[in-house]
Nanobody, 123 residues
Framework: QVQLVESGGGSVQAGGSLRLSCAAS????????MGWFRQAPGKAREFVAA????????YYADSEKGRFTISRNNANNTVYLEMKNLKSEDTAVYCC????????????????WGQGTQVTVSS
């Protein structure tokens, strides 16, 4: 059974930073493209960032470029999202996503989802 467990969310002031983690189990992590999506209240879920299963390529939504960094450690089955210069519009539930031999993208995510972690940015 695949499990993705996010952590690291919280409340920060605008301009602050957070690092989200997603620990994966029950999956051949080194063969899974991983990504982060977020959903704000009353809004549709949106793509944030993704990373190829080899870690060699990363992809970002335009609004996150330069502020967010996605990375992964295939040795401990974890994907990270480093978020800097946070804005109030970044407030959302952030969910980890994975799929085998594909990379999540703005077109949609793979079949494996975590429960999400809340990020709240106050101005």
């Amino acid at each position: 059974q695949v499990q993705l467990v996010e952590s690291g969310g919280g409340s920060v002031q605008a301009g602050g930073s957070l690092r989200l983690s997603c620990a994966a189990s029950g999956i051949t992590f080194s063969s899974a493209g991983m990504g982060w999506f977020r959903q704000a209240p009353g809004k549709a879920r949106e793509f944030v960032a993704a990373i190829h299963w080899t870690g060699r390529s990363t992809y970002y939504a335009d609004s996150e470029k330069g502020r967010f960094t996605i990375s992964r450690n295939n040795a401990n089955n974890t994907v990270y999202l480093e978020m800097k210069n946070l804005k109030s519009e970044d407030t959302a539930v952030y969910c980890c996503n994975g799929e085998y031999l594909q990379t999540p993208s703005a077109r949609g995510g793979g079949p494996y989802w975590g429960q999400g972690t809340q990020v709240t940015v106050s101005s």
